[in-house]
């Protein structure tokens, strides 16, 4: 097995061996089914396959440009990557993302039965999720394109990354969401001014409706037109893995799968680190993390199948609920070629999750990073990963996000329909024996 297929699928819009380079480091986009080039600008599918456009870089500028002295010597965040990046220069403007902690996790680690877990964690961004990777490379492409309008379609934590970006910029974002999405993630949207435009329907009925108006209105909807340029935003989570680890990759990558941009992308970023000299370029396997009541990907890795999509998903994690990801197929592609696995984790077991990261490691995570936890546990389980190799965990996104998931399963009998399973107790009077009588009642 090579690792070339163990790191992510080849690089597309390279030029042809033997062709002369006229120096540029981003060449334009390239569609990634059949490899046509496209010049750069605002569009997401190729005319001639319809497949998805990805950005092409000469790998021989990329590995002449870019250096480890380079990049140690820049500001933290993730514009310090820049020759890895889809823009000619740092904006001007912007919110500080990036350069979150690589947390050593030796408590939730043994618990899961894992002795080197690391967690990537990006609750530590400006919008408290990793999307603030992504948005802030659409953003800035959006600036350098000219466009003056931000919005996109969202299952939650990218309503929030898309407003706050667009507060910072001063322009105006308009965010389509799933009516019934967490009450908080619609609320952090709309403290940053955004228009928010609630929609009937499942996350992929709000999708379909923004290619529309996208094509309508010529917003830049950064996970729509806009989506060659936000996809390269998660790619920083690998350069930065690797930068913490002292320039190397792990052993396994575990992260949640949505429409599959994140896990991708990440592959793609430590290949690209081995392509630029960044890194040594070594085996890594891929574990991807679904819940079970919308678990296209994992569906097919477990039958060998193709990714059909999930008409109606049944979970309460609605950040990963996306019956038919983009980018289904390429994620099974790089489990496959990693010989990872793609996880189908249940409700239950992901709440439970949440409360290990949080009662183990003091990180308030939501549902996705609940649903990562869980696949560490049964990727280990499953003998996908060894109890003694290096792991790295994504936890994508806060937990002050939903709130209410982490009550879920918890067994406590004192609860009642006023105060719910975990809920504070009741008030006591403000005395040393009201204290002390409450004390018993908890040994």
């Known amino acids: 097995m090579t690792t070339d297929l163990i790191q992510a699928p080849p690089a597309v819009g390279e ?10 480091r981003i060449l334009g986009l390239a569609c990634r089914s059949c490899g046509r080039p496209q010049p750069l600008g605002a569009v997401y599918v190729c005319p001639a396959c319809l497949g ?25 965040g993730l514009w310090r990557y820049l020759e890895l990046l889809p823009v000619d220069a740092p904006p001007a403007r ?33 919008s408290l999720s990793f999307k603030d990777r992504a948005v802030a490379v659409a953003a800035a492409k959006a600036t350098e394109l000219g466009i003056e309008t931000l919005a996109c379609a969202s299952t939650g934590n990218l309503a929030g990354a898309t407003a706050a970006a667009a507060a910072a910029l001063g322009v105006p974002a308009y965010v389509f969401i799933p009516a019934d999405l967490e009450p908080a993630k619609i ?9 928010v ?3 009937e329907g499942t996350y992929d009925d709000v ?3 923004c290619l529309e108006i996208a094509d309508e209105t010529g917003w830049g909807f950064v996970n729509v037109n806009l989506r060659p340029f936000y996809a390269e935003g998660s790619k920083t989570l690998a350069f930065e893995i690797a930068e913490a680890l002292g320039w190397r990759s792990p052993d396994v990558v575990v992260a949640p799968i949505a429409s599959g941009a994140l896990f991708t992308k990440v592959a793609r970023g430590f290949a690209e680190l081995a392509d630029a000299g ?6 890594i396997r891929f574990v991807g993390a679904q819940p079970a009541g919308c678990a296209p990907v994992a569906t097919a890795w477990a039958g060998g199948g193709d990714v059909e999509p999930v008409r109606t998903p049944a979970t309460f994690v609605r950040s990963l609920a996306i019956g038919n990801p983009a980018d289904g197929r390429y994620a099974l592609e790089v489990a496959l070629a990693s010989r990872g696995s793609i996880e189908a984790i249940d409700d239950l077991r992901t709440a439970a999750a949440i409360r290990q990261l949080a009662t183990l490691e003091g990180i308030f995570a939501e549902t996705a990073a609940g649903v990562t936890i869980g696949a560490v546990d049964a990727a280990r389980m499953r003998g996908v990963i060894g109890n003694d190799e290096e792991v790295v965990a994504l936890v994508t996104g806060n937990g002050l996000k939903t709130p209410d998931a982490r009550r879920l399963g918890l067994d406590d009998p004192s609860s009642t329909p006023e105060r719910p399973a975990g809920s504070p107790s009741a008030p006591i009077p403000p005395s040393l024996a009201a204290f002390e009588a409450w004390l018993e009642t908890r040994s």
């Open 278 to 283: 960044l890194i040594e370029r070594r085996p």
């Open 207 to 209: 999708n379909r409706l």
């Open 197 to 199: 435009v609630p929609i």
């Open 15 to 24: 030029p042809s061996a033997g062709a002369a380079s006229d120096g540029r």
């Open 94 to 126: 912007g919110l500080a993302v990036g350069s979150s902690p690589l947390v050593p996790a030796a408590r939730l680690g043994a618990a899961l039965g894992v002795d080197r877990l690391w967690l990537k964690d990006d609750t530590r961004n400006p």
């Open 187 to 195: 609320d952090h949207a709309l403290a940053y001014g955004a228009t």
């Open 52 to 76: 998805p456009l990805e950005v092409a870089y000469d790998p021989a500028v990329v590995r002449r440009v870019a250096s480890r002295t380079a990049i140690e010597s820049r500001p933290p």
